[in-house]
Every structure is written in C-alpha cells, then in structure tokens.
C-alpha cells in the first residue's frame, strides 16, 4: 500500500500568486517556511528552517490568494509532487517538489514579523530567543501514583 500525505503549519513566506489556467479554473502558488529548534549533543541551540511550494487549485485557490498574506500562519494539508521540465535556457533538466494542497487553514496574522527566527509549533509561534525544546520535568514518577 502506497500513501502519500504531508501536513506543515508554518508561516507563508510571500503572499499568494493566483493565476488563471490555459482550460479554465484557478491556481495558486505559495511558499511556507516551517522551523525546528533544538540542543545538540552539547548543549548548544539548533535551528533549522524549511522552505515548502505549495500549489493549490480552484475556488479555494482563489480564496487562499484574497486572504493570505507574507507572515501568515498557515495549516496546509496534501500531497507531495515532483514535476520536471527542460530549461529553454540552458537546455538541462530542472526539478520542483510542491505540496499539493487539498486543504488549507488560515491561523494567526502576524504582527510583522515573520522572519526566518521566528518558528511555529503546535503550540504557536515563538519569537526570537524563545525555544521550542523540550523541557523534561526532573522528578521521578511513581508507578503507584498513576491512576490506571
């Protein structure tokens, strides 16, 4: 069995792109930026950033393009593509992996910022300085004390 899904919730690193299609509908085109922060093996704070092309198509598209905007916090959900094409430039191959969106969410505006220290978690966006790891509680847990 085959399945191919992806969920991000990122922020959208430019406002939407709506174009008409040659047979008639609507495409849109974004990019979302999904951060990660962590500590190595040495204590020290990691960042990570990801850049996803996302499409989407129809009346939803078309939605996506009137309300979204640079900064947003967005939800997209679909599937990943991979489509190719000969440069007319210089001739070699190119190559573009997109999300194809079959669902997107709009979550909160940003208040400006949006850059790329800024990352999202299901918990929300935090600001620069702010980390998203984990913090383990020091006590110890009593296998007596859990009530199942």
């Keep these: 069995m085959d399945y191919n899904r992806v969920i991000i919730v990122g922020r959208?690193?430019?406002?939407?792109?709506?174009?008409?299609?040659?047979?008639?509908?609507?495409v849109t085109t974004f990019s979302v930026a999904t951060g990660r922060v962590w500590k190595d093996r040495d204590g020290n704070k990691r960042e990570d950033t990801q850049f996803h092309n996302t499409v989407v198509f129809g009346?939803?598209?078309?939605?996506?393009?009137?309300?979204?905007?640079?900064g947003q916090e967005v939800l997209v959900e679909g599937r990943l593509q991979t489509r190719s094409w000969d440069d007319k430039t210089s001739g070699e191959k190119k190559y573009r992996t997109e999300i194809v969106a079959d669902r997107v969410q709009f979550g909160a505006k940003s208040g400006g910022a949006g850059g790329p220290s800024e990352h999202i978690t299901a918990k929300g966006a935090k600001g620069p300085g702010e980390s998203d790891a984990v913090e383990y509680p020091e006590e110890n847990i009593n296998p007596e004390d859990i009530p199942f």
Excluded: F
């Design 12 to 26: 959208l690193t430019r406002d939407p792109e709506l174009k008409a299609l040659p047979m008639g509908g609507s």
């Design 59 to 70: 009346k939803q598209a078309e939605t996506v393009a009137q309300y979204l905007k640079k």
